[in-house]
């Protein structure tokens, strides 16, 4: 089974949100923030989600990664009749997410949902009053979370806005990093980190911002030494005050010993070419998994000059997926 990558995370506060006016915002010193939401008391619908913008909590993010995302809530639900909502993602339809009793503050799982690179709504609906929300997390992992969360990048304007940020390994064994940016604001600088275990995570370069302006900027950066195995990057951004935002995770497999493994096109639909960096040829298994850890295809191939052709039986779901060769050697594909 496939390593499980990194969880991106977007943590959002639930009271900035845009809410409508049959909602309210009250204190509570244990919710993060010390606020949360809940619907004004009596309004009730467990039939069919309450119609108009009144009735909903509407959150806009983005996500950089193409992937299948899980949304995660801090609640406080203290009994089986006030513990439930309305959830929809983008403009599907709302489902209900029910049974999210707790005692006390918690975290719960609302809802899951496969969104492509870009910007992204999540509205929720009343169903029982006396649930209470505080805090809201999208993210590819499906760790547990505890405690208050980090912090949410809702409440103010990011520094910066990322327009891609992209790594690729390179025939040469190095590891290419690009990305850009539509504005920045106080940018103080970049800080690129990276780990080999998706938790612990070392600066490995700095890179100067441009302040404040108000335009496109690209940057590059390349790790000329990436460690054996996998290797996980992080974009951190650091504006003058000192505070931090997380741009982004990216994943590089590195065999020592061995010429780089390159599948092209990446991003693909549902066709794709590994190109094993040899002239062999023979025969190699592969099998592809999707981010959940499922199997979605196994099949032994030809290698023709040291290049396999891959034809998936049915297009698969938008996301990042695994793509296993032999016995060794793995590497990342985004499939659109």
């Known amino acids: 089974m496939p390593v499980e990558p990194p969880g991106i995370q977007k943590w959002l506060e639930a009271e ?9 915002v009250l204190k509570d010193t244990a919710a993060s923030n010390g606020t949360y939401v809940v619907v004004k008391s009596g309004l009730n619908s467990t039939a069919t989600a309450p119609a108009g913008a ?15 995302y899980n949304f995660l809530a ?46 992204h709504t999540l509205t929720i609906a009343y ?44 025939p040469t064994g190095e590891v290419i990093f690009r990305w850009s940016t539509a504005s920045e604001q106080n940018n103080k600088q970049y800080r690129l980190e990276r780990s080999q275990n998706g938790r612990e995570y070392t600066t490995i370069a700095t890179i100067a911002g441009k302040g404040t302006f108000n335009g496109k900027s690209e940057y590059s950066y390349t790790d000329l030494k990436p460690m054996n195995g996998m290797n ?19 994943a590089v497999n590195i065999t020592v010993g061995k010429t780089s493994i390159n599948v092209y ?48 039986d049915q297009h698969q779901g938008a996301g990042i997926y695994l793509v296993r060769i032999g016995d060794n050697d793995q590497v990342s594909v985004i499939l659109k």
């Open 265 to 312: 096109p990446n991003p693909a639909h549902s066709e794709l070419n590994i190109d094993l960096g040899t002239h062999e040829t023979t025969q190699k298994h592969i099998e592809i998994y999707n981010i959940s850890g499922k199997r979605i295809f196994s099949r032994l191939l030809n290698v023709k000059n040291g290049v396999m052709k891959v034809n998936l």
């Open 16 to 24: 900035c949100g845009k809410a409508g006016s049959n909602w309210d």
């Open 232 to 250: 996980y990057y992080r974009l951190i951004q650091v504006d003058i005050d000192g505070n931090k935002s997380e741009l982004g995770i990216r």
């Open 127 to 170: 169903r029982e009053d006396g649930a209470k929300l505080d805090k809201l997390l999208v993210t590819t992992s499906g760790a547990t979370i505890t405690g208050l969360g980090e912090v949410a990048t809702n409440c103010s304007t990011l520094p910066v806005n990322l327009v891609s940020y992209q790594a690729a390994l390179k």
């Open 74 to 119: 801090r609640v406080n639900c203290p009994t089986a009749d006030d513990d439930s909502y309305w959830i929809k993602v983008d403009t599907g339809s709302f489902a209900t997410a029910n049974g999210l009793a707790t005692s006390g503050w918690g975290w719960v799982k609302l809802t899951n949902a496969m969104l492509s690179v870009g910007a």
């Open 54 to 68: 009144a009735s909903a909590l509407v959150f806009s993010f983005t996500v950089d990664s193409a992937a299948n």
